[in-house]
């Protein structure tokens, strides 16, 4: 019913910048909240920032003011804007929604199928 995509991963030196974007299609209602999470080989998944209703933002400790996330409502699109990577910042990230597909109900959890981002030291 609701997917969602996401572009702009790549490899990029360390103290390099990329933009994430991801946005979401299908039986959309509404969208109470997107975000990125990542997963680093033999680790858990982790949140690296949420934005939801109101612009209200939420972080990952370890992003420490370097990433800027925003959406745009028009057009179902999250973006992540990462400055300063650093090697540890090598991971999927994935694009994750909460969705309302209908006017009843919560909403739904919707993933994407990942992006690799790699950062070289």
């Known amino acids: 019913q609701v997917q969602l995509v996401e572009s702009g991963g790549g490899l990029v030196e360390s103290g390099g910048s990329l933009r994430l974007s991801c946005a979401a299609s299908g039986s959309i209602v509404s969208i109470y909240k997107m975000g990125w999470y990542r997963q680093a080989p033999g680790k858990q998944r982790e949140l690296v920032a949420d934005?939801?209703?109101?612009?209200?933002?939420n972080y990952g400790d370890f992003v420490k003011g370097r990433f800027a996330i925003s959406r745009d409502n028009a057009k179902k699109t999250v973006t992540l804007q990462m400055n300063v990577l650093k090697p540890e910042d090598t991971a999927v990230y994935y694009c994750?929604?909460?969705?309302?597909?209908?006017?009843?109900?919560?909403?739904?959890?919707?993933w994407g199928q990942g992006t690799q981002v790699t950062v070289s030291s």
């Open positions: 994750h929604g909460e969705i309302y597909v209908s006017v009843y109900g919560p909403p739904v959890d919707a």
């Open positions: 934005i939801g209703l109101g612009e209200r933002t």
